[in-house]
């Protein structure tokens, strides 16, 4: 496709659950970024990948948030025994390259809602 | 960390030039200033990005003072579709070495009325 995908689009879990949420970055886009935002708040950011680099995990929020990039392209991110907290739009980005100029492309996001 | 600040919420009127300002005192040398506009349920958009003075394209221009502790973002002449929610981020990711936050600001809520 043209833009950064994500799916599912909505995900409601119980406490406790593990999940899964998918980014499908634009094609030939080395740099991937994953952020959160919970309701009416800004972005917060959470895990970045360039190339192949170790992932820059600065951002993750604990040991239950997790990041894989498979191939250089699809990325998971996996959160672990949700709660309630955890309640909020997880947004994907990638970008051409992760230099300072670089245009981040952001996908429609993940709604997760945790009961 | 590069902290940023920004006024919580706008109101204008269609027509107008709206000027928001972004406030980051501890911008690094190496730092980039972007702005991103947010409409509801969807992902930021790019609008704008520099490093120092001023920076123009079609959409909006960016002024940046010599100190850059802060910046500015001008959209001319807006319109009822401008109302978004728009963000300044400072900082950029660096893949080795000593990790950098992406600090996007809590963001402007920029009303445009008819």
């Known amino acids: 496709g043209a833009g950064v995908s994500q799916s599912p689009s909505n995900k409601v879990t119980e406490k406790g659950k593990d999940v899964e949420l998918r980014c499908d970055p634009i094609?030939?886009?080395?740099?991937l970024y994953w952020y959160r935002q919970s309701l009416g708040q800004g972005l917060e950011f959470l895990i970045y990948?360039?190339?192949?680099?170790?992932?820059?995990k600065s951002g993750l929020p604990s040991d239950r948030f997790s990041a894989e990039r498979t191939g250089g392209s699809v990325s998971t991110l996996t959160i672990q025994r949700t709660q309630q907290e955890d309640s909020a739009v997880y947004l994907c980005?990638?970008?051409?390259?992760?230099?300072?100029?670089?245009?981040?492309?952001f996908g429609p996001g993940t709604r997760l809602t945790v009961l | 960390l590069a902290k940023t600040t920004q006024p919580i919420s706008m109101d204008s009127y269609e027509g107008q030039e709206v000027n928001i300002t972004c406030s980051h005192n501890?911008?690094?040398?190496?730092?980039?200033i972007t702005w991103y506009q947010q409409f509801p349920s969807q992902g930021p958009r790019f609008i704008i990005q520099?490093?120092?003075t001023k920076v123009t394209n079609e959409v909006a221009s960016l002024f940046i003072p010599a100190d850059r502790k802060s910046s500015t973002l001008s959209l001319p002449r807006v319109s009822l579709s401008d109302t978004a929610v728009y963000y300044c981020?400072?900082?950029?990711?660096?893949?080795?070495?000593?990790?950098?936050?992406?600090?996007f600001g809590s963001g402007t809520q920029l009303t445009v009325l008819p």
């Open positions: 981020l400072v900082g950029f990711p660096i893949s080795s070495g000593s990790a950098r936050q992406l600090t």
């Open positions: 980005a990638s970008s051409l390259t992760g230099g300072r100029l670089s245009e981040q492309f």
């Open positions: 501890n911008i690094a040398t190496n730092d980039y």
């Open positions: 094609s030939g886009h080395t740099a």
């Open positions: 520099g490093y120092k």
């Open positions: 990948f360039q190339g192949n680099s170790a992932p820059d």
